[in-house]
């Protein structure tokens, strides 16, 4: 008979199986974190914050220049009589061409023309304000007379407060008259124009193009300037 040697067998250990790893699921490109309804909610968000700014809006300082947004002749000609009176720069968003504009501000007006400044970039309200903003908010500008038409002042205004004010740049309205030229502007067109520059301001980035795909009818940009 043979002696045992007292030992046990080893018993194998049974290792732990790990559980599968679910495919993580990545982002398409060109797609936003937010759906419509949490588009919508961000939206209402921001315009009750834009409307309650009169409780924590530091209130702001003197105006420091004026802002001109192009389209009508009319515009530029009163910016020049602001600025010869007050003394203040101007600044000229997608206005007429430079041989007017210099003659009107220069020659006609009389104003030096370091207080001149023409900028061709904008292609439309939006890009009125996002071509200037971080260029206003590094020379320091916190408040700017916005010159515009009458029957466009409802919607640049509220493009401007909303990208503008992300920069902390007060705006006041100048409206000039345009008499029987007016053409009003329907609620589609300024609130479609509201939410593009809300979805700037989150994104960085015009989407113009996915806002008429995924939003309400009545808050999808339209055409035009």
Same mark, same amino acid.
């Given at each position: 008979?043979?002696? +045992?040697?007292?030992?046990?067998?080893?018993?194998?250990?049974?290792?732990?199986?790990?559980?599968?790893?679910?495919?993580?699921?990545?982002?398409?490109?060109?797609? $936003?974190? @937010?759906? !419509?309804?949490?588009?919508?909610?961000?939206?209402?968000?921001?315009? *009750? &914050?834009?409307?309650?700014?009169?409780?924590?809006? !530091?209130?702001? !300082?003197?105006?420091?220049?004026?802002?001109? @947004?192009?389209?009508?002749?009319?515009?530029?000609?009163?910016?020049?009589?602001?600025?010869?009176?007050?003394?203040? !720069?101007?600044?000229?968003?997608?206005?007429?061409?430079?041989?007017?504009?210099?003659?009107?501000?220069?020659?006609?007006?009389?104003?030096?023309?370091?207080?001149?400044?023409?900028?061709?970039?904008?292609?439309?309200?939006?890009?009125?304000? /996002? +071509?200037?903003? =971080? =260029? &206003?908010?590094?020379?320091?500008?916190?408040?700017?007379?916005?010159? /515009?038409? +009458?029957?466009?002042?409802?919607?640049?205004? *509220?493009?401007?407060?909303?990208?503008?004010? +992300?920069?902390?740049?007060? $705006? /006041?309205?100048?409206?000039?008259?345009?008499?029987?030229?007016?053409?009003?502007?329907?609620?589609?067109?300024?609130?479609?124009?509201?939410?593009?520059?809300? &979805?700037?301001?989150?994104?960085?980035?015009?989407?113009?193009?996915?806002?008429?795909?995924?939003?309400?009818?009545? @808050?999808?940009?339209?055409?035009?300037?």
């Amino acid at each position: 008979m043979g002696v +045992s040697s007292g030992r046990r067998p080893r018993r194998r250990r049974r290792s732990r199986q790990q559980p599968p790893r679910l495919p993580s699921r990545r982002r398409r490109a060109g797609r $936003l974190p @937010l759906g !419509p309804r949490g588009l919508a909610a961000l939206l209402l968000a921001a315009g *009750l &914050l834009w409307l309650s700014r009169g409780w924590w809006w !530091p209130a702001p !300082p003197p105006a420091q220049m004026i802002l001109v @947004l192009g389209g009508d002749v009319a515009r530029e000609q009163r910016a020049a009589d602001l600025a010869a009176r007050q003394g203040l !720069p101007v600044v000229v968003s997608g206005g007429s061409n430079p041989e007017y504009a210099h003659w009107l501000f220069e020659q006609r007006q009389g104003l030096p023309p370091h207080q001149v400044q023409l900028d061709y970039r904008a292609r439309d309200t939006l890009s009125n304000f /996002t +071509s200037l903003v =971080d =260029d &206003l908010r590094r020379a320091r500008i916190r408040h700017a007379l916005l010159v /515009t038409s +009458s029957d466009h002042m409802d919607r640049a205004l *509220l493009v401007g407060r909303i990208v503008a004010g +992300s920069r902390g740049i007060h $705006l /006041t309205p100048v409206p000039v008259p345009c008499a029987d030229r007016c053409q009003p502007e329907g609620r589609r067109k300024i609130w479609g124009d509201g939410a593009r520059a809300v &979805l700037w301001v989150v994104s960085g980035r015009d989407l113009r193009g996915w806002a008429a795909a995924h939003l309400p009818p009545w @808050l999808a940009p339209a055409g035009g300037r």
